[in-house]
């Protein structure tokens, strides 16, 4: 009865939802709409998906469009992400987002991005300011269709701002450089194991196209170095959650020779937690006389960081610099409003920052909270948030991008560049983000290029914390970027990155020590170091790519020291007859996964206890490539388990014990035949909606859970935590192909829809195709946008 009356709830909570849903998604997507600051009319095409093509006059009237469709189909996410980065998600989430909220006002991306808005050059905060005037039309017009998240959620759109786009621009920054993990695990690392013994499994960092190799060396410790408690606080891990924006990605370009229809080829999948529909990328299209550009970008900021033009097709993925360092500071023991600089006693900065907290029992049904924020000439104290590290000292962080901030962007550029050079050129505007480009024009010149500014360290690596000893600066200016990496036309006839190390022996300063594993890379020179040339549909069957390079090394060694057991052997014979595609259908990617974990634990967490272990392990790029190197060895001391006494265990014995601890979790979950632990009952990507992610509704709300294909180490990516197996959390959040020398169409799908409304029928309607892999399509010529266009709106002055 009580199951029968739960769904009756149920129905009855859709059909309240689906009648609302009707009335609040009727916008504008037909006819004619005034819209006060347009020069001329615009007209806005939607094709079979909801995507908005714009035409416009002029690109002024372009970009101020693009930010009034952007508000009709993402409004609600692009108040969630102005408001994460602002620390305001208390405001109507209450007590359980103090803590994000605490962090992110310390951290400051939207105090920064006020500072940045006064100083932009006027070409360019006109471009932001024509795209905040296009949302705030919509605000100020369609108020009866604002999507129904916001009555929801119990908050109102406030009118868009420069700061706001910035604001995201920052936090995409912040996401992307996440040096600050390193420096919190090693650091960590370093106090529970001494320098020499922790260096042995410091990340391990390979560039496949470097002969000599590449491994991060910790900095020589200063003489009067003392610990200073990060792995006694637990936490200090709170800096180590999950980011928004952390990109991973692959990216590739084929030039003239290795293309089939004879111009280069630019492939690109973003990989973001792509679980909270509709997705982080909005695509569009702008049309003016002045360029034709197709492709996608974050909701919230104008322009696109995807995609291609009449002249340029370009893709992006995380280059990992290392923009962020901790300091080691120590506060003044005669006054805790001070901090010290050798001999001298200077004062702290300080910041007061309100929060509004939701809270039934407030007047207005919020309650107020000062934040008081203490800062030395470097940055922020963290530890003033994280608290537990030894009284008289401290933590602060510096971020680069806040020392480096000019008057350009340069997004702008990227739709009017006609050429690689003339593309390479509006990166240099790039500084605050450091991302991999890769980019070709039609004349057939292809690039990868690396953004971002980075300091130039004269102590230290960035790979600890760095103990501020006196005055001088450690930061000794910043590296030109025409000495960041790069390469233009090389003879093998192509590039690509996945987020892999790009940095060689001969580079002449720090870049960074936190990169991917080489697996994915290395399966893509596999891919392309072939003769045959390609086309768009290989690069698109390419990015769905299953086959995983660390399991070709490791699974073999793994098989016979299972088969060596009774109690094992089966998963053993079942990894030996593996082909090495994770894919959905197959129980050798589970057992793999689950005894390589396992493994992994028994391996490290003697030596380093049950917490630090699970900071430790709980990012794969720290970890996987150092555990690979030892595993090719059966008798490193790190398999000797020091709990045993009078025992030396050996890699396989490791091994053997990890698949029993694996072998009773996955019956468990599975039952108990290994032949039928499939793939994809485990790993999958479930799409949730922002305003129900668990609990009752969140299935009617969502998109569903979805067998997912690859993992960690494949193309085809498919992320999951360590500490929560095995639910992915990263995946391609876009699959983009773009083939210069087809004018009528791109090659792109996303695990959602273009629009955020739920219930909408463009809110879910790619997923399938998604997860199938069925080829869909962004239009290019006037041609193919009219064949396939379903609606038309004239935006009027």
């Not at 901090?339 to 309650?367: H, M």
């Not at 080489?518 to 040339?533: G, V």
């Not at 108990?672 to 632990?677: F, H, I």
Request: some cysteine; charged content about 25%.
């Amino acid at each position: 009865m009580k199951k029968h009356c739960t769904s009756l709830v149920v129905i009855l909570f859709g059909t309240f939802l689906l009648a609302g849903c009707a009335a609040f998604n009727d916008y504008r997507r037909q006819g004619e709409l005034a819209l006060s600051g347009l020069t001329a009319p615009v007209t806005v095409l939607r094709d079979e998906k909801g995507m908005a093509y714009i035409r416009a006059a002029g690109s002024s009237d372009a970009v101020m469009a693009q930010g009034f469709v952007t508000a009709q189909d993402r409004l609600f996410q692009m108040e969630l992400n102005r408001r994460f980065a602002a620390g305001r998600i208390s405001e109507f989430a209450g007590e359980g987002a103090v803590g994000l909220d605490t962090r992110m006002r310390t951290l400051g991306l939207y105090r920064n991005a006020r500072r940045h808005a006064k100083i932009l050059d006027p070409a360019e905060r006109a471009f932001f300011q024509r795209y905040a005037d296009g949302v705030n039309a919509y605000i100020g017009t369609c108020r009866r269709t604002l999507p129904l998240e916001f009555k929801l959620a119990g908050i109102d759109p406030e009118p868009w701002t420069v700061e706001d786009s910035l604001a995201i621009l920052y936090l995409m920054a912040w996401d992307t450089s996440a040096n600050i993990q390193t420096e919190i695990v090693t650091q960590a690392l370093i106090e529970a194991l001494g320098p020499e013994k922790a260096r042995e499994i410091f990340p391990l960092n390979i560039n496949p196209d470097d002969p000599s190799g590449s491994g991060i060396a910790i900095a020589s410790l200063p003489p009067d170095w003392k610990p200073v408690g990060l792995g006694a606080d637990p936490r200090m891990s709170a800096w180590i959650g999950p980011r928004t924006f952390e990109i991973g990605s692959n990216n590739w370009v084929t030039g003239p020779a290795l293309s089939a229809n004879g111009k280069p080829i630019v492939a690109n999948d973003p990989h973001l937690d792509a679980r909270i529909l509709p997705g982080p990328w909005y695509p569009v299209g702008l049309i003016t006389p002045e360029f034709r550009a197709v492709g996608a970008n974050i909701a919230g900021i104008p322009g696109m960081v995807v995609g291609r033009t009449e002249h340029v097709a370009y893709g992006v993925t995380n280059a990992y610099g290392d923009m962020q360092d901790l300091y080691v500071e120590t506060v003044d023991p005669k006054d805790p409003n001070r901090y010290l600089e050798g001999d001298r006693s200077l004062p702290f900065e300080i910041i007061e920052e309100t929060l509004r907290i939701r809270d039934k029992k407030a007047p207005d049904g919020c309650r107020s909270e000062v934040l008081r924020i203490l800062a030395t000439r470097r940055g922020p104290v963290v530890s003033g948030v994280l608290k537990g590290l030894n009284g008289d000292r401290c933590i602060t962080m510096r971020f680069a991008p806040f020392e480096t901030m000019h008057g350009r962007i340069g997004l702008d550029r990227f739709l009017t560049a006609r050429s690689v050079d003339e593309f390479s050129a509006a990166l240099r505007d790039v500084n605050m983000i450091c991302l991999n480009l890769v980019v070709a024009d039609t004349a057939g010149n292809f690039a990868w290029r690396v953004t971002g500014t980075l300091p130039r360290r004269a102590e230290g690596s960035g790979t600890v914390p760095w103990v501020v000893r006196d005055g001088r600066d450690n930061w000794q200016g910043w590296i030109p970027f025409e000495d960041n990496p790069h390469l233009v036309n090389p003879a093998k006839g192509w590039l690509g990155t996945c987020n892999h190390t790009t940095v060689t022996q001969d580079l002449p300063y720090y870049y960074s020590s936190y990169f991917s594993p080489s697996f994915r890379y290395r399966r893509l020179k596999e891919l392309m170091d072939r003769t045959a040339p390609l086309t768009a549909l290989d690069h698109w069957q390419f990015q769905r790519d299953t086959r995983n390079l660390l399991a070709v090394r490791l699974a073999p060694v793994m098989a016979k020291a299972l088969t060596a057991h009774d109690d094992t052997r089966r998963l053993g014979e079942i990894l030996a007859g593996w082909n090495f595609q994770d894919d959905i259908d197959q129980a050798a990617p589970t057992i793999f996964q689950a005894v390589l974990v396992k493994f992994a634990f028994a391996v490290f967490e003697d030596e380093l206890g049950p917490e630090l272990a699970a900071l430790y392990l709980d990012n794969w790029y720290i970890w996987e490539e150092r555990l690979l190197a030892l595993a090719m060895t059966d008798d490193s001391e790190w398999f000797d388990d020091r709990r045993t006494e009078g025992v030396r265990e050996t890699r396989d014995d490791l091994l053997h014990r990890a698949a029993l601890t694996a072998t009773a979790e996955l019956t468990r979950r599975m039952g108990s035949d290994p032949d039928k632990w499939l793939w994809g009952t485990v790993h999958r990507l479930e799409l949730v909606s922002p305003i129900r992610r668990k609990g009752f509704g969140k299935g009617l709300l969502g998109g569903g859970a979805h067998p997912a294909p690859g993992s960690n180490e494949t193309l085809c990516r498919g992320w999951w935590d360590v500490n929560t197996p095995f639910d992915v959390t990263h995946s391609a959040a876009l699959r983009m192909v773009a083939d210069l020398a087809d004018g009528e169409k791109i090659l792109a799908v996303q695990p959602g829809g273009v629009t955020g409304r739920i219930f909408h029928p463009h809110h879910t309607d790619q997923v399938d195709d998604y997860f199938s892999g069925k080829v869909r399509y962004w239009w290019f010529s006037d041609a193919a946008i009219e064949a396939h266009a379903k609606n038309r709106l004239t935006l009027r002055p």
